[in-house]
Structure formats: C-alpha cells, structure tokens
C-alpha cells in the first residue's frame, strides 16, 4: 500500500510538473509570435519610411511619374502588408485546431477504460452533431483576395 502512495504522490506531482511546463511553453510561444510580429513591423516601419522621403523628394520636384511610382509602391507595401497580416491570422487559427480527430481520442480513451474495467463514458462531453462552417470563409476570403489581385494587375 505504500508503494501505492508513493507512486500515486510521484504521479501527481509529475502531471503538475507537466501542467506547468506547458503554460511555460504557451507563454513562451506568445511571446515568439509577438517578437516576430514587432519583427515584422520594424521591417514595414523602415520601408514605409523609406517609399514617404521618396514621395516627399517627387513632391518637391512636382515629377508626376516619380509620384505616380512612389504611390505605387506605396500601395503594394500597403497589400503587402494585409497580406502578412491575414496570414498570420489564418496559421494562428489553423495551429489551434486539434490534428487529431476526436472520434479517435474518445475511441482510445474508451479503449483504454474498457482494458482497465473504468466508466469513462460518463466523464467524456460529446461532440456536437452540427459542422462548422469554416471552409466558406476561406473559399470567400480567397475569392476577395484572387479579385482584388486582377484589380491591381488591371491597374499596373
């Protein structure tokens, strides 16, 4: 019975031990990705930067094509940046889904209770019966973003 204790003690501190490493290694990714986004900004800042003394020299000079260049890139760094932006969004989203499909984890956890003679089935929450719709957005999203490149092309 002791031994019993002991390993259930050792158990316990160690599922602790687990929670706690991975609030870390959550905090941790939250900081990579606000690092790398400031990262991001920093390299955006500098070349908005550099496209507004340009801009301000061809308004100086009243050179209509150097403005009309300068706008331009302008407003691509502009797209650019929306672009960087929805991606991020999107992989955000995409890295929190579960891989794993909870059928399965429900099955193997069923699995594993029936082995051991458990009544697990009570414990597990069921899945919804209704489908998110997810992939429309995308396919709109996409949509939105394939017309507004053609308009772009169109213009330059």
Same mark, same amino acid.
């Given at each position: 019975?002791?031994?019993?204790?002991?390993?259930?003690?050792?158990?316990?501190?160690?599922?602790?031990?687990?929670?706690?490493?991975?609030?870390?290694?959550?905090?941790?990714? #939250?900081?990579?990705?606000?690092?790398?986004?400031? #990262?991001?900004?920093?390299?955006?800042?500098?070349?908005?930067?550099?496209?507004?003394?340009?801009?301000?020299?061809? =308004?100086?000079? *009243?050179?209509?094509?150097?403005?009309?260049?300068?706008?331009?890139?302008?407003?691509?760094?502009?797209?650019?940046?929306?672009?960087?932006?929805?991606?991020?969004?999107?992989?955000?989203?995409?890295?929190?889904? =579960?891989?794993?499909?909870?059928?399965?984890?429900?099955? =193997?956890?069923?699995?594993?209770?029936?082995?051991? *003679?458990?009544?697990?089935?009570?414990?597990?929450?069921?899945?919804?019966?209704?489908?998110?719709?997810?992939?429309?957005?995308?396919?709109? #999203?996409?949509?939105?973003?394939?017309?507004? =490149?053609?308009?772009?092309?169109?213009? *330059?």
């Amino acid at each position: 019975m002791d031994g019993a204790r002991i390993y259930a003690e050792n158990a316990i501190r160690k599922r602790s031990e687990q929670m706690n490493y991975l609030r870390l290694s959550s905090r941790l990714d #939250a900081v990579v990705s606000r690092l790398d986004t400031q #990262a991001k900004m920093t390299t955006i800042s500098k070349s908005m930067g550099s496209i507004v003394k340009s801009l301000e020299s061809s =308004l100086g000079t *009243g050179n209509l094509q150097k403005m009309s260049e300068t706008m331009d890139q302008f407003e691509k760094q502009f797209v650019n940046m929306e672009v960087q932006a929805e991606f991020m969004e999107s992989s955000m989203a995409g890295s929190t889904s =579960l891989s794993t499909p909870e059928g399965d984890v429900n099955s =193997l956890m069923q699995q594993v209770a029936d082995d051991y *003679g458990l009544e697990v089935s009570v414990g597990l929450p069921q899945a919804a019966g209704h489908a998110i719709p997810g992939k429309v957005t995308e396919k709109v #999203a996409e949509d939105d973003l394939s017309k507004r =490149l053609a308009e772009l092309k169109a213009r *330059g």
